[in-house]
């Protein structure tokens, strides 16, 4: 595929260029990173930009940088609650249905109920603080951060999606620091655990 997503989530592409003389030679690139696409947002779409402009470039032999406007620039309306259908039905399908459970549950009966109803572009760093004001009292921090692994795992997939832009996410961490007194937890409870802990509090 000219267009590839790694394993880190980053975007590139491949593509064979077309000179003037003829001749053709095998060129790849990535959107964001320092050099001819550093301009262009690392998604699928600045993916398929960079390529159009090595082609351009390759056939003109004149640099091209178009005013496209970035990923990020390009507010969307989808809220939460609406892209939550998406990423229920569409992330990671084949994982156990205890965990795709567990998501479900975490999602309706936690993040939902608190910010359903804003939009994907406006979510910002302050919300993360919001739902930890929220929810945490009362619970553990290892069950405060299996919430915020679920709502860290659908907004990066809204990043996949090209819903929003790499970038309205930088700084954001979907994570607690456990008490000064107490050691930092290394990773949060299984969240097929969480499926136990919702249906005992239903019960």
Known sequence: MPIRRAKNGRWSFRA?????DGTRKRAAGMPGAPG?????PNTKQGALAAEARAKAEALTGVSVFPQAPKAKEVKTTTTIREFS???????RPS?????IKARKQILNGYILKHLGDLALSDFRKKHVFLLEKKLLPGRSRKTMNNILAVLSSLMKYAVAEDLIGEDDLKGIK???????????QK?????????KLIEATED
């Open 36 to 40: 001819r696409f550093q301009d262009l």
């Open 95 to 99: 994982d156990k249905p205890s965990a």
């Open 16 to 20: 064979v260029l077309e000179y003037p």
């Open 85 to 91: 259908k998406t990423f229920l039905s569409d992330y």
């Open 187 to 195: 990773e949060a409870v299984a969240i097929a655990d969480v499926v």
């Open 174 to 184: 979907f994570k607690i620091r456990s008490d000064n007194n107490k050691k930092t």
